[in-house]
């Protein structure tokens, strides 16, 4: 049977008698509407200064105001460190070790490797990337002073070390004034 050309040309129009469905991710169906979907109660969790565990946001950059700054002394570790513009995973786990050991968070570490290796990557040579990422390096935390009687409890194997050795050291230096 040969069809008439104008019936092909018109558009099919869809059964309005059941709305179209649509499968949701769970396998539930659901109909397909032009409103936008509600949520369901409050499902958000609010974060912020209610956190336990949430630090005040940096107010005031703290300048790095010298050499022996922690944040100063790591980026230029890392910019020792690079082969290239590349951090080799162990490097990386020598200067995160040596951030945490000078006081800085985890997430700090990661800025400040992360900072010095995108100036590397953007063609700055690798003397030069601390100086400059010098602004953002003052935007990350300045660690805080610990007392040394802390420093020496955290770690109670390398305190008796350290004592050992300087026992040691001092009885050598006695054998040997008055020997």
């Known amino acids: 049977m040969a069809q008439d050309p104008r019936q092909s040309a018109q558009p099919v129009q869809p059964d309005r008698t059941k709305p179209p469905r649509r499968v949701s991710r ?9 409103q936008p ?22 107010q005031n950059p703290a300048p790095i105001d010298s050499a ?6 790591l ?4 910019a020792q460190m690079m082969e290239g513009d590349v951090l080799p995973p162990h490097k990386r786990q020598t200067l995160m070790s040596q951030g945490k050991s000078m006081g800085l968070s985890p997430f700090d570490c990661s800025l400040i490797l992360a900072t010095i290796q995108d100036r590397a990557r953007r063609g700055i040579a690798l003397d030069q990337c601390p100086a400059a990422s010098e602004s953002q390096l003052a935007l990350i935390p300045r660690p805080a002073i610990r007392p040394f009687k802390s420093a ?4 109670p194997k390398r305190t008796m070390l350290i004592a050992s050795g300087l026992l040691a050291l001092q009885v050598l230096l006695i054998w040997v004034w008055l020997g």
């Open 75 to 78: 980026a230029v570790s890392t």
């Open 26 to 34: 769970r396998g539930k169906t659901r109909p397909v509407t032009d």
């Open 152 to 155: 020496l409890g955290e770690n």
């Open 68 to 73: 022996t700054d922690p944040r100063w002394v």
């Open 37 to 58: 979907r509600r949520p369901q109660g409050n499902r958000l969790r609010l974060v912020g200064a209610a956190a336990p565990d949430a630090k005040p946001p940096t």
